[in-house]
């Protein structure tokens, strides 16, 4: 059993820089595939990376490939999403999630309850 909490989110103008967090306890998130996802009011809910146990593995949506990157520490069981030329459209609220699977669907059995990112122009 995983819970997970995500921080970090707040309102910054176009072309600014946010770093998500999500902290994972009631178990090592070392053996979880870990992934975040964002959903936009009126849209559905969409992957935006994910990153293998080893984190030797990363996989990002082709809307924010070059801008976001995915991370984790595991020692400190926290996941990370530094996210970069922030556009309007990256407006959402973003979930991490974990998984024994690096599902693209939002299928991941564990999930944060999210943090607000609002992107201004």
């Known amino acids: 059993q995983v819970q997970l909490v995500e921080s970090g989110g707040g309102s910054v103008q176009a072309g600014g820089s946010l770093k998500l967090s999500c902290a994972a306890s009631?178990?090592?998130?070392?053996?979880?595939?870990m992934a975040w996802f964002r959903q936009a009011p009126g849209k559905e809910r969409e992957r935006v990376a994910t990153?293998?146990?080893?984190?030797?593995?990363?996989s990002v949506a082709a809307s924010i490939e070059g801008r976001f990157t995915i991370s984790r520490d595991n020692a400190a069981n926290t996941l990370y999403l530094q996210m970069n030329g922030l556009k309007p459209e990256d407006t959402a609220m973003y979930y991490c999630?974990?998984?024994?699977?690096?599902?693209?669907?939002?299928?991941?059995?564990?999930r944060g309850q999210g943090t607000q990112v609002t992107v201004s122009s």
């Open positions: 999630a974990a998984d024994q699977i690096c599902w693209v669907e939002w299928k991941y059995k564990y």
């Open positions: 009631g178990s090592s998130m070392s053996t979880y595939c």
């Open positions: 990153i293998e146990r080893d984190s030797r593995g990363t």
